[in-house]
């Protein structure tokens, strides 16, 4: 079953503003990832954030985790235009990795 | 520059036919992946390789076959029995522990005519 539900799908925002974009997830994990993937590209990861941990800065980027509802958020702040993608969280639990179906980004300009 | 490279990047296949799917890694990471990709989803694990002349089945095996003689390669084979094999595929490969992410080559999109 899937682990990882991203929330919203898809998400239209002005250049310049923030985007947030939410994760929900099922069962314990040992740490969760977000990957970017550009159009018709391989998958980048962005960061990740470990069961014990709360928040996480990288750069633009800002993820939290909260265990006790089982969710993540991913924050990017002064979107660009480059931003545009879709963003994936996935879970790792019990030496498995699991991708959810991502949201879709797109930045106006 | 290290990296994984995936060729063709699009490829074309008729019914009945097989194919195989290259993925090259200059990154000497052990473990390499292959995952499906189909549109509007995530990822879905179809084979993996933790070592040389070692893998397991991922959640969709089922049409596809692998080969692990070198660490470096880990070609995927679309055979005739895939029933729905129009898909992108993603390879990946992973460092030793504690790093638990994926590094991801380019895709291949295969389309069946």
């Known amino acids: 079953s899937q682990q990882g539900e991203e929330d919203p799908q898809a998400l239209s925002i002005q250049e310049g503003e923030n985007a947030t974009m939410n994760c929900s997830y099922k069962t314990s994990i040992n740490n969760l990832q977000w990957y970017r993937q550009n159009s018709g590209r391989g998958l980048v990861h962005l960061i990740l954030?470990?069961?014990?941990?709360r928040e996480k800065h990288s750069g633009r980027l800002r993820v939290t985790l909260d265990t006790s509802k089982k969710s993540s958020s991913l924050l990017i702040t002064a979107s660009r235009a480059a931003d545009t993608a879709s963003y994936f969280c996935a879970t790792d639990a019990h030496d498995k990795i699991i991708f959810g179906k991502g949201t879709r980004l797109h930045i106006l300009p | 520059d290290g990296g994984i490279t995936q060729s063709p990047k699009y490829l074309f296949r008729k019914e009945g036919q097989n194919v195989t799917l290259s993925c090259e890694q200059n990154l000497n990471h052990d473990a390499m992946y292959w995952y499906r990709q189909d549109p509007g989803q995530g990822l879905r694990l179809i084979y993996y390789?933790?070592?040389?002349?070692?893998?397991q089945k991922g959640d969709i095996a089922e049409g596809y076959s692998v080969s692990r003689e070198k660490k470096e390669s880990f070609p995927l084979t679309v055979t005739s029995a895939q029933k729905n094999p129009t898909a992108f595929y993603l390879c990946?490969?992973?460092?030793?522990?504690?790093?638990?992410?994926?590094?991801f080559g380019p895709g291949t999109r295969l389309t069946v005519l």
């Open positions: 390789s933790q070592i040389v002349n070692d893998f």
């Open positions: 954030i470990r069961s014990n941990e």
């Open positions: 990946a490969s992973s460092p030793p522990l504690p790093t638990v992410w994926r590094y």
